[in-house]
């Protein structure tokens, strides 16, 4: 049987579901599985925070017996491995599920395809691909991990209407309202890591943490693009680094004195074999990654942004554009912004943010 308006309904239902977890799963996705008896929603779950019980084990024990017979609503193939819990296919089949509707296939290496077979194996219908690309939109850290093996990058942006970043030589100018900065630090607790060129803290100085009420505590790793350790120990990042970490990506050549105060003040120094130019970069993702992140939002400035899409390197371009404008005299450009986007980017959200405009771009799956 094909998939069905229902099937969409459910499979949107529990793509939010899923949302709900992002950015506190670990190096596990967060996924969520819905079990549906008669039109009923008689089981939910989400992958835990830490990253298990995994969605299904948990949709299944809210459910009990009402799983016979019923349809699983799955965001991510359920795998098929006995690693730190059973396999959720195996659970599924032993649960009685007839029928699993699913939204990706994991590309781990240890499910990959297995845990359908296991399911149509034992006889159970399997729908995949239902709302894929919806899915795919929060599962793209994973995805691009496992296919690519460097975190998801999202390049956000504030442009002024006139289409610059900044003003040169004013440091921080407001160019958005107070509900995109509410919403980018919304992003930053979704992301496992935030990073940003040496020349933004030197002008800007600014914290990267996520001061939402209630999500202090999701503040993501703040990583600084330095190669040669110009980071001022005085400097609102290294005050905090005791409180939400700091990373340093420096040319391992850097002065050694300076490293070992700024290592003393509680930042951890990576040390890159190449200058933090350009080059530096895809080494230090391939490093992110192997380090289990698996989404990293970047915030500048424009050096940092124009190399990322020089070197293809986005997968996801949040524009923020505020109503004021700069003027030529001091704008601050991204180097080849629209040239770039326009080379396999797609729309695929836009909002008001109070009078800002948002626009999100991606690049697809
Ligand atoms: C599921 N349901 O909710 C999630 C899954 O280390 P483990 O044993 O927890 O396995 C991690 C892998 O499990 C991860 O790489 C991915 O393949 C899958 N994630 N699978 O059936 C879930 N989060
Ligand atoms: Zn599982």
């Not at 949107?12 to 009923?40: C, E, F, W, Y």
């Not at 894929?132 to 793209?140: F, G, P, V």
């Not at 919403?183 to 933004?200: C, K, N, P, W, Y």
Request: proline letters at 4%; aromatic letters at 4%.
């Amino acid at each position: 049987m094909a998939a069905s308006v229902l099937d969409h309904r459910y499979m949107a239902a529990a793509i939010r579901l899923s949302r709900t977890h992002q950015g506190l799963t670990g190096t596990n996705p967060s996924v969520a599985t819905l079990i549906v008896k008669d039109g009923v929603i008689v089981g939910r779950g989400v992958t835990a925070i830490g990253g298990r019980p995994h969605a299904e084990t948990q949709a299944l024990l809210e459910a009990g017996e009402k799983a016979r017979g019923a349809t699983a609503y799955v965001t991510l193939e359920p795998c098929a491995h006995h690693g730190r819990t059973p396999p959720c296919a195996n659970a599924l089949v032993t649960a009685g599920v007839i029928r699993v509707v699913s939204a990706a296939s994991d590309p781990d290496e240890r499910v990959a395809g297995k845990g359908y077979a296991i399911l149509r194996t034992a006889g159970i219908e399997v729908e995949e691909n239902v709302l894929r690309a919806e899915a795919a939109d929060y599962l793209a850290g994973y995805l691009i991990r496992s296919s690519k093996k460097r975190p998801e990058v999202t390049l956000k942006l504030a442009l002024s209407s006139d289409g610059f970043i900044g003003d040169k030589g004013h440091g921080q100018v407001a160019i958005t309202g107070p509900v995109s900065r509410a919403q980018v630090h919304l992003m930053r607790a979704e992301s496992d890591a935030i990073l940003v060129g040496i020349g933004t803290v030197l002008t800007d100085d600014p914290l990267l943490t996520c001061r939402l009420p209630g999500l202090e505590a999701r503040s993501p790793t703040r990583i600084v693009l330095d190669s040669r350790l110009r980071l001022p120990l005085d400097s609102s990042l290294v005050r905090t680094a005791g409180t939400v970490p700091v990373w340093i990506a420096a040319n391992a050549e850097a002065d050694s004195a300076k490293r070992q105060a700024l290592e003393a003040a509680g930042c951890r120094i990576l040390a890159t074999e190449t200058d933090c130019g350009a080059t530096a970069l895809p080494e230090l993702l391939d490093d992110l990654a192997a380090q289990g992140m698996a989404t990293l939002m970047v915030e500048g400035g424009a050096t940092v942004a124009g190399s990322l899409l020089q070197e293809d390197l986005v997968d996801r371009l949040a524009l923020f554009e505020g109503l004021s404008a700069i003027g030529s005299e001091g704008g601050v450009v991204v180097p080849a912004l629209r040239s770039h986007m326009a080379r396999g980017f797609n729309l695929s959200h836009e909002y008001r943010f109070g009078e800002d405009r948002y626009s999100e771009y991606v690049r697809p799956l």
